[in-house]
Each structure stands twice: as structure tokens, then as C-alpha cells.
């Protein structure tokens, strides 16, 4: 009949051999072995838990900023028909006599926009697990900078 070893992390004692008809096999040497295995699995189930949350976060983060970009491009369509003159309404009424800036006023939203894709951009590195270091240097900014304009308050 073959031996087994108890189960206990790191524990060597080779186990009685079960009786002929004697219930269940002992798995371990000892309660202190049994508790320690129990422990031991219980943070490889945490830690796979973990794991598969960071990756649900980082798909999820990633779907927010594809959406970001896409509301980009389509503010982009949208801006770029505003400053057509083929297709562009009519001026906005002159402030105070002189033009009302709407050129300006027409790119204002895209650039919005865009901030906003930049943040959900952020957010995703950060989901996926960049630090703010990183997140200065991409954006030619400081550490402290990058955290105090994207971190989530
Ligand atoms: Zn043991």
C-alpha cells in the first residue's frame, strides 16, 4: 500500500498507511500541518481573486476609454461640419460688435474631449498598474503633478 506524504506546506512526515476499510486517509500529520494547508490555500485562492479582478478592472477601464476616444472622433466629425462653411450654420450673434469667436468656440469641445479621453487613458494605465512616474513621464510632467491633476478624489 502506498504512503502518502501530509499535505502540510513543507512538512515531510510520511503519513500512516490506512487501515483496510478504515474511512477516510489522513491528508496530514497534524492539526498545526492541517490549518497551515487550509491558510495556504486560502491566500492562492485570494491572490487568483485578486488577479481576476485587476484583469476585469483593466478590460473595463480599457471599454471607458475606447468609448472616450470614440466620442473623440465622433466630436471631431461634429467639429469639423461646424466649420465648414458648406454646411456650417450661421454665426453666432456678434458679442459686444465684434465676432463671437466661434472657431473657437467649435474646437473648445473637441479639446473637452479629448481631456477627457486623456483622464479615462490615465485611469486605465493606473487600472492596468502604472505609477504616477510613469504616468509624469508619459505625459512630460512630474510625478506629484500627474497624481494631483488625475488622481480620483
Ligand atoms: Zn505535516
Redesign the pocket.
Known amino acids: 500500500m502506498t504512503r502518502r506524504h501530509?499535505l502540510?506546506p513543507s512538512?515531510t512526515?510520511l503519513l500512516p498507511a490506512p487501515r483496510a476499510g478504515g474511512g477516510r486517509p489522513r491528508l496530514?500529520?497534524?492539526e498545526r500541518?492541517r490549518s497551515a494547508h487550509r491558510r495556504l490555500a486560502a491566500r492562492i485562492d485570494r491572490g487568483l481573486l485578486n488577479r481576476a479582478e485587476t484583469a476585469d478592472a483593466t478590460e473595463e477601464a480599457l471599454h471607458r476609454l475606447r468609448s472616450a476616444v470614440y466620442a473623440v472622433a465622433a466630436q471631431a466629425r461634429h467639429t469639423a461640419h461646424a466649420l465648414d462653411p458648406q454646411t456650417a450654420r450661421e454665426p453666432r450673434d456678434r458679442l459686444d460688435g465684434g465676432p463671437a469667436a466661434n472657431s473657437t468656440r467649435a474646437v473648445l469641445g473637441l479639446v473637452e474631449a479629448a481631456h477627457t479621453a486623456l483622464a479615462a487613458a490615465v485611469e486605465a494605465d493606473r487600472t492596468a498598474g502604472s505609477g504616477w512616474s510613469a504616468i509624469g513621464a508619459a505625459l512630460g510632467i512630474s510625478e506629484d503633478t500627474a497624481a494631483r491633476r488625475y488622481q480620483p478624489r
Open positions: 501530509c502540510g512538512c512526515v496530514y500529520c497534524s500541518c
